[in-house]
């Protein structure tokens, strides 16, 4: 159980409780060590790490890069199967229950998605647990315990703690599967603090998804962006930049890895145009390449200058 002492929302503040940043730092060259800080100030630089205080630096664009390249974090697998495994491993112990209980409720089929729900589930992800905490410094135990109740990390974390006072058949196996959830988590806590923006894992799940994540950025003059990159079984990659401006012009680049998946998607892109006008949104630009063509939103591309085509959008394929 999480608890509102000064002492606990400390600990879970601290760079030692983020697996990915411990073992990035541990894999690095002496060459990335030394450039990311004089040793003496590595300590207090990687205690802030989750403050939002904390301004861009060169230590962030190197760490950036390590977290990014290093091999351990390159397949994390599809957390909400992974969270599934996890629950049917709970099943088969009925004192553990509860827990179950307040972790199905993370577990969302692609088919139920709408805005609230996707709202819901970001909110939720885990990703933002150590700032929710730290803005409940004055709350009270309920308060704190009512807002912990619906984060998922918060629950993995409480159900780690619940089995190191149990001996059960499958600790072992309910110890592995929650500390590979809670080190996806890690992982886009800190990529998500290092790129300034909100990344986190994929919060749906459907039979061709093998993996995924999502990162949101907002950058000046109200212009936001949202990246999805997506391992499907059957497709191989597929990415997906988008960028809003002026509220409902939308700019898309799709990037794909398999030549199926981008004929496929060229045969919707009419009806893509419908869908998104019925919901407001102005389709400006849309770009369907090969992975090996990516490119990242342009500022030009983003202009009100963008010139429509016979869809009434330019579509590059």
């Not at 697996?19 to 060459?31: C, D, F, G, M, N």
Request: glycine fraction near 4%; hydrophobic fraction near 35%; include cysteine.
């Amino acid at each position: 159980m999480i608890t509102s002492t000064t002492h606990s929302k400390l600990s879970l503040l601290l760079p030692s409780q983020n697996k990915v940043l411990t073992e990035i730092i541990k894999q690095a060259s002496p060459e990335q060590l030394s450039n990311l800080q004089e040793k003496s100030n590595l300590k207090s630089f990687l205690g802030s790490l989750f403050h939002d205080t904390l301004t861009n630096t060169q230590s962030d664009s190197i760490l950036l890069d390590m977290l990014k390249n290093n091999p351990s974090f390159k397949n994390m697998g599809n957390f909400t199967d992974n969270l599934k495994t996890l629950l049917t491993l709970l099943k088969e112990e009925p004192s553990l229950s509860p827990r179950l209980v307040k972790l199905e409720i993370f577990v969302e089929s692609i088919q139920t998605i709408n805005a609230p729900i996707l709202k819901e589930k970001i909110v939720h992800s885990g990703v933002f647990m150590e700032s929710k905490i730290a803005s409940l410094a004055d709350a009270s135990l309920q308060e704190v315990e009512q807002s912990m109740g619906r984060d998922v990390k918060s629950n993995l974390l409480a159900l780690k703690s619940d089995l190191e006072q149990l001996d059960l058949p499958n600790n072992e196996a309910l110890q592995s599967h929650i500390d590979q959830l809670t080190t996806n988590i890690d992982y886009h806590q800190l990529l998500s603090h290092l790129s300034s923006s909100n990344s986190l894992h994929f919060p749906f799940s459907w039979d061709q998804l093998q993996e995924g994540s999502v990162t949101f950025k907002k950058e000046k003059g109200k212009k936001f962006y949202c990246e999805i990159n997506l391992m499907l079984k059957e497709y191989g990659e597929i990415d997906l930049i988008m960028g809003l401006y002026e509220e409902n012009q939308l700019e898309i680049q799709i990037h794909t890895e398999k030549t199926s998946l981008k004929a496929l998607i060229q045969s919707h892109l009419e009806l893509l145009r419908t869908l998104l006008i019925e919901a407001g949104i102005t389709l400006r630009i849309i770009r369907v390449h090969d992975t090996k063509d990516r490119l990242t939103p342009s500022t030009a591309a983003y202009s009100p200058e963008a010139t429509d085509n016979h869809f009434g959008f330019e579509a590059l394929v």
